[in-house]
């Protein structure tokens, strides 16, 4: 049974980085799919960061991309976001995935953790 | 970016009733659309795939079609179970992209 597990602070302060962890259990991440990051902001839809394949390769929103990076540590099977430059817009619920490598739907999602940004 | 414009943005449906949501696309998707389903406090869960194949234990009488920019996702017979909201999502583009979703509510 795939799952996945954010992590991270709830609150951030505006200007800062918010960071977030995934971790997947039931799966190897290294053995193929892309990895990836959606988000929903209060009583809104959702919107994809990003998303990253076990080699590296990222793709990202370009609404974001000055602001996001990402990395995969396969000894721990976990995937990170780091978001830059925080502002309240960026409070949601964000949700890390496992979406398919050629069809790229997302099949397994992890709970949602919810990130506050407010000084 | 490929915008997809799901309709009507509330589906007011009584238990038993068939329900009909509609999911447009900018441009061209070919078949590479999902189907989610969300209910309150939980992650969306994907009901459809590839536009029209039913994720593992989702029930039949869920069923999507279309293709290109028109999808439509039919639920025949709405159970209790069912009143949620469903997004659809494209997977032809980079960036992926979200419809902005259907609640489908009591009647």
């Known amino acids: 049974q795939v799952q996945l597990q954010e992590s991270g602070p709830g609150l951030v302060k505006p200007s800062e980085t918010l960071s977030l962890t995934c971790t997947v259990s039931?799966?190897?991440?290294?053995?193929?799919?892309?990895w990836g990051w959606i988000r929903q902001s209060p009583g809104k839809g959702l919107e994809w960061l990003e998303s990253?394949?076990?080699?590296?390769?990222?793709y990202y929103n370009p609404s974001l991309e000055s602001r996001v990076t990402t990395s995969v540590d396969t000894s721990s099977n976990q995937f990170s976001l780091k978001l830059s430059s925080v502002t309240a817009a960026d409070t949601a619920v964000y949700y890390c995935?496992?979406?398919?490598?050629?069809?790229?739907?997302?099949?397994?999602w992890g709970q949602g953790t919810l990130v506050t940004v407010s000084s | 970016e490929i915008v997809l414009t799901q309709s009507p943005a509330t589906l007011s449906v009584s238990p038993g009733e068939r329900a009909t949501l509609s999911c447009r696309a900018s441009?061209?998707?070919?078949?590479?659309l999902a189907w989610y389903q969300q209910k309150p406090g939980q992650a969306p869960r994907l009901f459809i795939y590839?536009?029209?194949t039913r994720a593992t234990g989702i029930p039949a009488r869920f069923s999507g079609s279309g293709s290109g920019t028109e999808f439509t996702l039919t639920i025949s017979s709405l159970q209790s179970e069912d009143f949620a909201l469903y997004y659809c999502?494209?997977?032809?583009?980079?960036?992926?992209?979200f419809g902005q979703g259907t609640k489908v509510d009591i009647k």
């Open positions: 995935a496992r979406g398919g490598y050629t069809f790229h739907y997302f099949d397994y």
């Open positions: 590839g536009a029209s």
């Open positions: 441009q061209s998707v070919s078949s590479n």
């Open positions: 999502q494209q997977y032809n583009n980079w960036p992926r992209t």
């Open positions: 039931g799966y190897s991440i290294s053995s193929g799919y892309y």
């Open positions: 990253v394949y076990h080699t590296g390769t990222t």
